[in-house]
């Protein structure tokens, strides 16, 4: 099927949309089949919400790593139900929000929609509704801080005052509480510094332009996998990233491409940053790193391998001075689009060693490891997501 062929079944004014944004109908083969099989659902109206969000969590582009008349096809095709709903409905599918709002501000989608005002005027996303992140507040009041940093550091011994407490002592429970946070802050303030520099470094450094640095990169260690029993493109990975809280559970899209048996008793690389996503009913709390051939996913996709003897939670990073010694962020905030502004980036060089390449310097920065480089088993001008 070629790609007039699919734009000539699409409807004003999304073909117009299409048309006008002159993006690109693929750089391979594999990748122009990809965009009009992508576009031919869109005009047959196969294109579900749910199998979408399934597809787009570990991608910026639904075709690849770049912009595709897939992708503005997509777009123009969403854009009737993202400008009716709700503003807390936007984030019960939070990966095609994410996507929807990364294709509409593309310069070449954002020229092509105002060419056809009013068709397609920009959605806002109300970030007062999406969910709570799972994680402490920024900068809560004095008085909250002091009593998160008593939990934090002693839990146990808040938990025995609570137990202990009999009614004589209710005239001094102000008195007790005070005392209990002002010397948990005195004695967390050494332990936070040694335990959590990254926390403090991350927001600080969140409202900087995005740098690679802020992508939190761990070793991880498959020690679990089963396929999804609700999807049957998905596995259901348990890796332990050498956390005290037990393995992490990670849903990951590549049954079609890589064998079970191959997951099992893996060592790959993890980003562990990520906002939590919801997979068709499993929650994932972070992304394996896997590279895709130059030709498309029909070429194959494999994980990138970390050095041999590398353990679950060591750190991998960019090379670099202004990257080596710099702390990830906690979390990355989805409105800022930190890893899709740095994924295209993403490549293997001639040597399959992983890397990022600055796309203003053209300097390489290779990902590693304190012992050594990760790379892609077979692949050369890979892209990694």
Request: with cysteine; glycine share 6%; net charge negative.
């Amino acid at each position: 099927m070629s790609y007039e062929y699919s734009i000539s079944k699409l409807t004003s004014p999304l073909k117009d949309l299409v048309v006008t944004s002159q993006a690109d109908v693929g750089k391979t083969e594999a990748d122009k089949a990809e965009v009009a099989q992508w576009i031919e659902k869109v005009a047959e109206g196969e294109v579900a919400l749910p199998d979408l969000e399934t597809q787009l969590i570990p991608r910026t582009y639904i075709v690849s790593n770049y912009l595709t008349a897939a992708d503005v096809a997509l777009y123009g095709a969403l854009h009737p139900v993202f400008s009716q709903l709700q503003p807390a409905q936007h984030y019960s599918t939070p990966a095609v929000t994410r996507y929807f709002d990364h294709i509409q501000t593309r310069p070449s989608v954002l020229a092509a929609a105002s060419a056809l005002s009013p068709a397609f005027p920009s959605v806002s996303f109300d970030l007062a509704s999406a969910p709570p992140i799972e994680r402490k507040a920024d900068a809560p009041k004095k008085k909250e801080k002091a009593a998160a940093v008593a939990e934090h550091v002693e839990p146990t011994a808040v938990a025995a005052s609570k137990e202990d407490k009999s009614p004589e002592d209710k005239p001094k429970e102000k008195k007790e509480k005070k005392k209990d946070a002002a010397a948990a802050d005195n004695g967390g303030k050494k332990k936070e510094k040694a335990t959590a520099p990254a926390s403090s470094k991350a927001v600080a450094e969140d409202a900087g332009e995005p740098v690679p640095s802020m992508i939190d990169m761990r070793i991880g260690h498959i020690v679990d996998v089963k396929k999804h029993p609700e999807a049957d493109s998905l596995y259901i990975e348990q890796i332990d990233l050498g956390e005290e809280t037990g393995p992490r559970t990670v849903v990951s899209g590549l049954v079609n491409y890589i064998p079970i048996e191959e997951m099992r008793d893996k060592y790959l690389v993890c980003i562990c940053n990520l906002k939590p996503a919801n997979m068709r009913g499993v929650k994932s709390f972070a992304m394996v790193l896997a590279a895709t051939s130059k030709d498309g996913k029909d070429g194959g996709i494999e994980l990138i391998q970390p050095p041999p003897g590398s353990k679950p939670g060591e750190r991998v990073y960019f090379e670099g001075p202004d990257y080596e010694n710099a702390q990830p962020l906690t979390q990355m905030n989805p409105k800022k689009k930190i890893f899709e502004t740095i994924q295209p980036g993403f490549t293997t060089l001639d040597t399959k060693e992983a890397a990022w390449i600055n796309p203003v310097t053209k300097s390489v920065h290779r990902i590693r490891t304190k012992d050594g480089i990760c790379v892609a088993p077979n692949f050369v001008g890979a892209s990694l997501s």
